[in-house]
Nanobody
């Protein structure tokens, strides 16, 4: 069993930056695909970014490509999401999640959907507003 905990959410002005962190407790962290998802009020949960074993295997939603960067530290059992040029549409609760089943897939974009992920954190609120 894994436990995930997000941190770093805050109120930020448009154009600002935030860094979200996901701490993961449990064994075999290095063998999980980790994803960041978000859910805005009245909207479905959507994929933001996913990462496989290394930073070379990543996926970004079109809406965040070029603004967000995902990375993982397998020694510290953490995954980070660096967010820049934030926009009001980025306002949402952000969740990190873990998937073991698809770990070996060479392109995580093929599996970066919420239904593939088994373990979830409690979420952290990001609000982009002036």
């Amino acid at each position: 069993q894994l436990q995930l905990a997000e941190s770093g959410g805050a109120l930020v002005q448009p154009g600002g930056s935030l860094r979200l962190s996901c701490g993961v407790s449990g064994s075999a962290f290095g063998y999980y695909v980790i994803g960041w998802f978000r859910q805005a009020p009245g909207k479905e949960r959507e994929a933001v970014s996913c990462i496989g074993r290394t930073d070379a295997n990543t996926y970004y939603a079109d809406s965040v490509k070029g603004r967000f960067t995902i990375s993982r530290d397998n020694d510290k059992n953490t995954v980070s999401l660096q967010m820049s040029s934030l926009e009001p549409d980025d306002t949402a609760v952000y969740y990190c999640a873990a998937d073991r089943t698809n770990f070996g897939i060479p392109r995580v974009q093929l599996i970066c959907v919420a239904s593939n992920f088994d373990y979830w954190g409690q979420g952290t609120q990001v609000t982009v507003s002036s």
